[in-house]
Nanobody, 121 residues
Framework: QAQLMESGGGSVQAGGSLRLSCTYS????????MGWFRQGPGKEREGVAR???????TYEDSVQGRFTISKDNTKNILYLQMNSLEPEDTAMYYC???????????????WGQGTQVTVSS
């Protein structure tokens, strides 16, 4: 059974940094798209960054230049380095994996349990 488990969330002040990690197991994730979604208070879950099956990273406009997604297939870990954090980045962050595409949450096959990120001004 496929499993995703996030870690690394926390509380920081605006301008600070955090690195999220997602450990994955139980499936052949090297052929999956993997990514990060977030859901803020009263908001829908939205895509933040993803690595497609061909290794191409894609970012949501508001995090472009501040967040970096990477994947270590030897350790089965997906990372999200978040710099210059803003209060608007406050959300629960979820790791996700999909056989086809991570561009739409409706196509996600597996979700982690989430890790909270809180950015204070």
């Amino acid at each position: 059974q496929a499993q995703l488990m996030e870690s690394g969330g926390g509380s920081v002040q605006a301008g600070g940094s955090l690195r999220l990690s997602c450990t994955y197991s139980g499936s052949t994730y090297s052929s999956y798209c993997m990514g990060w979604f977030r859901q803020g208070p009263g908001k829908e879950r939205e895509g933040v960054a993803r690595i497609d099956n061909d290794g191409t990273p894609t970012y949501e406009d508001s995090v472009q230049g501040r967040f970096t997604i990477s994947k270590d297939n030897t350790k089965n870990i997906l990372y999200l380095q978040m710099n210059s954090l803003e209060p608007e980045d406050t959300a629960m962050y979820y790791c996700a994996a999909a056989r086809w595409t991570c561009a739409d949450r409706d196509y996600i096959n597996y979700w982690g349990q989430g890790t909270q990120v809180t950015v204070s001004s």
